[in-house]
């Protein structure tokens, strides 16, 4: 069974037609015949049933499609792997991630490298917090972090992924749940729900930031260890909580509302970094991947 008997058989199978097969693959039409021949004896039954009319898939011809797409599926797996290593394009790349609307991009970078690069390993870390993310960097033990950070390490390069508002999520029956959008001032004599306190924390910088300007002493009744967990106090209506408008974006909780906060502050932006003096060809390829599919603000 040769690859380009399979090439054949898949191209029949679409175009029930081995004349707009043949054209497809930029061939005669007695070859492609040849090769469905060949093939056909080789499983020991026909695939195809012809007729001077029509082209149709036997019952065998329908089950070998899967197998078969499988078969070019692999070998297009393994000459981009052989390229990948021909050119220094294997190893491994550690991503370290911090914050809930980060998943979905690591998620989708870590797909399309093991399907470009499967040559590349991806070691993916969640971290509750993007400090240590960053840190991570610094020391070298991880090669690439998401995160939202004020400060930038000597020797760290990014990239800026999203530039995002802060809202404040309040539960369904507050007087603000409808406003849309509101200043810090509003929320005077609310009660708040926190991430906890540690350096290099950017929502609770911004929260004391914006409480602060506004004239209030803030009220935290409770501290929680993640933002899906403040969100489930919001909907429980304990309190309110300040987050991200990435975050509001997927949240589907009928019992929580998102008011975008007003107030001008040190905007907060979610960035790739990495070490400047990095030297794997491995790395260097997810960055260039990640430029092409991961958006981009600037």
């Not at 991880?142 to 930038?152: E, H, N, P, Q, S």
């Amino acid at each position: 069974m040769e690859i380009q008997q399979i090439r054949a058989f898949l191209a029949v199978a679409e175009e029930l037609h081995f004349g707009r097969a043949a054209e497809k693959l930029h061939m005669a039409q007695p070859p492609v015949s040849r090769s469905i021949q060949q093939l056909e004896r080789e499983l020991g039954t026909r695939l195809f049933d012809r007729s001077t009319r029509s082209v149709k898939l036997t019952g065998a011809g329908e089950a070998f499609i899967g197998p078969a797409t499988d078969i070019i599926d692999a070998t297009r797996r393994a000459s981009i792997a052989v390229r990948a290593a021909d050119k220094g394009e294997v190893g491994r790349v550690r991503v370290a991630y911090a914050g809930a609307s980060t998943h979905t991009l690591v998620g989708r970078l870590a797909r399309e490298v093991r399907r470009d690069h499967p040559g590349i390993q991806i070691e993916l870390f969640s971290q509750n917090f993007a400090q240590p993310a960053m840190d991570r960097v610094v020391s070298g033990d991880v090669d690439i972090a998401l995160g939202r950070w004020d400060y930038i390490a000597a020797g760290i390069e990014t990239r800026l992924l999203a530039a995002e508002d802060l809202v404040v999520a309040v539960p369904a029956s507050h007087r603000l749940a409808g406003a849309g959008e509101a200043r810090m001032a509003d929320f005077r004599g609310d009660t708040f729900v926190s991430l906890p306190p540690h350096a290099g924390a950017v929502l609770n910088d911004r929260l004391r930031r914006l409480t602060h300007a506004a004239g209030f002493e803030l009220d935290i009744v409770q501290v929680v260890p993640d933002s899906w967990t403040a969100l489930s106090l919001v909907g429980a209506e304990v309190g309110c909580t300040l987050t991200l408008s990435s975050v509001a974006d997927a949240v589907t909780d009928p019992h929580v509302r998102f008011v975008k906060v007003m107030d001008k502050t040190i905007p907060v932006e979610l960035r790739m970094a990495w070490r400047r003096d990095h030297s794997s060809p491995a790395l260097r390829a997810v960055l260039e991947l990640a430029e092409r599919i991961l958006p981009g603000a600037g």
